[in-house]
């Protein structure tokens, strides 16, 4: 019986034209702080590099940036999810590595 449940709504979703959502969420509680100014030059030129749409969120300590949350969203790109997931945890990586090598405070 949840078989059968389970392929018809599977079919009900399919029918209905459902998409997959292509959002993911990163944190990061940083080793090393960084300077919040260089943070965020950095967040903006990650910007201009990408189709995806990014949010933040950070918690700083004497105004240093010690965590953050970064939420990138690729709803609206026409990356399948085999493409979209190791692309945004790639593009992740490397705004992870750029913070600390050039704003590490």
Do not use: H, W
């Amino acid at each position: 019986m949840k078989t059968l449940i389970s392929i018809l709504l599977c079919s009900l979703l399919a029918a209905c034209g459902f998409q997959s959502i292509k959002l993911v969420g990163y944190g990061k509680k940083l080793d090393v702080p960084v300077f919040e100014a260089c943070f965020f030059e950095k967040l903006e030129e990650y910007r201009s590099l990408t189709n995806y749409l990014l949010s933040v969120e950070v918690e700083k300590v004497e105004g240093q940036i010690t965590y953050y949350e970064l939420t990138i969203d690729g709803t609206n790109t026409e990356d399948s999810d085999e493409v979209f997931t190791p692309k945004s945890f790639k593009e992740s990586k490397e705004f992870l590595e750029n913070i600390v090598n050039e704003c590490s405070a």
